[in-house]
């Protein structure tokens, strides 16, 4: 049984963030897929599946420290 995949493979986020988006650093792509994840929308994945919001859910300093950890993917 595989499981199912439910979103991006994050293991190299911190250098695909770099690259993503021109113009954006990979700390602002990150936290802004976070904040607000149908801004950047790969094709692999549908954009009604990510219709949810995470910024009520985090305090700035919840945020603060997952985008850190996730810069750290690299």
Same mark, same amino acid.
């Given at each position: 049984?595989?499981?199912?995949?439910?979103?991006?493979?994050?293991?190299? !986020?911190?250098?695909?963030?770099?690259?993503? #988006? +021109?113009?954006?650093?990979?700390?602002?792509?990150?936290?802004?897929?976070? $904040?607000?994840?149908?801004?950047?929308?790969?094709?692999?994945?549908?954009?009604? !599946?990510?219709?949810?919001?995470?910024?009520? #859910? +985090?305090?700035?300093?919840?945020?603060?420290?997952?985008?850190?950890?996730? $810069?750290?993917?690299?």
């Amino acid at each position: 049984n595989t499981p199912s995949k439910k979103g991006p493979d994050l293991t190299r !986020i911190a250098l695909t963030g770099e690259n993503r #988006v +021109l113009d954006m650093t990979a700390q602002e792509y990150i936290t802004t897929s976070i $904040l607000i994840p149908n801004a950047h929308v790969i094709e692999a994945y549908n954009p009604t !599946i990510l219709g949810y919001h995470c910024g009520p #859910v +985090l305090s700035v300093r919840e945020l603060d420290e997952v985008v850190g950890y996730l $810069l750290t993917l690299k």
